[in-house]
């Protein structure tokens, strides 16, 4: 049995009580438009044949550049903070549990209006040598000011899993999130 998955870039999160974590996804299709723009390695179809699933951190993010030459357009920390904002916008998102994909295009979207957001909202520190502790506060100082930011397509009535996103193109076959659901009710069972 085939399962559907998505063939454009998505973010794959998996949600519990406010706490996140969130993956990068470039499917096959994707890789081979990337590899014809020599922007990337041919040698990672041979390596991940069924598409790349970067976690959302910059230790990630480097090592895959190191090794293929290439690097999301997104930055993982601004990934982060538009998904705290979109997830901090919906409805009793503290107690949310669950999974799902988002479009890159409207993560992209996300991205543009946090980093905006923070610039005006939050003072950038300068360019010269940061201490560790400096930076971790200005993290800290921006989650806290994102948790309440209203993200413009977000209806805050809604939780996450109700949002409408644009649609993702999916290969033929079962549907991924009923596939995986199934399974998971099955193994509860025995």
């Known amino acids: 049995m085939k399962i559907s998955l998505p063939s454009e870039p998505v973010v794959y999160y998996e949600c519990s009580y406010g706490d996140f974590r969130l993956t990068y996804h470039i499917p096959p299709e994707q890789l081979q438009r990337i590899i014809a723009r020599n922007n990337i390695s041919p040698k990672v179809l041979e390596d991940f ?17 190191k ?3 290439y690097r999301p357009p997104l930055a993982p920390d601004s990934i982060h903070r538009a998904f705290l904002a979109l997830l901090s916008s919906t409805r009793d998102w503290k107690n949310f549990r669950g999974t799902g994909f988002i479009p890159v295009k409207d993560i992209e979207r996300f991205v543009e209006a946090t ?17 560790r502790d400096r930076r971790a506060r200005q993290e800290t100082m921006a989650f806290s000011l994102l948790e309440p930011m209203a993200l413009e397509g977000i209806d805050s009535n809604l939780t996450l899993k109700d949002q409408r996103f644009s649609p993702i193109d999916t290969q033929a076959g079962e549907n991924s999130a009923e596939f995986f659901s199934r399974l998971l009710r099955s193994r509860g069972k025995r």
């Open 49 to 65: 044949p069924d598409g790349i699933d970067l976690n959302c951190t910059e230790s990630n993010f480097a090592e895959f550049q």
């Open 115 to 131: 980093e905006a957001f923070l610039e005006q909202n939050l003072p950038m520190p300068e360019q010269s040598k940061q201490k």
């Open 67 to 69: 090794g293929y030459g």
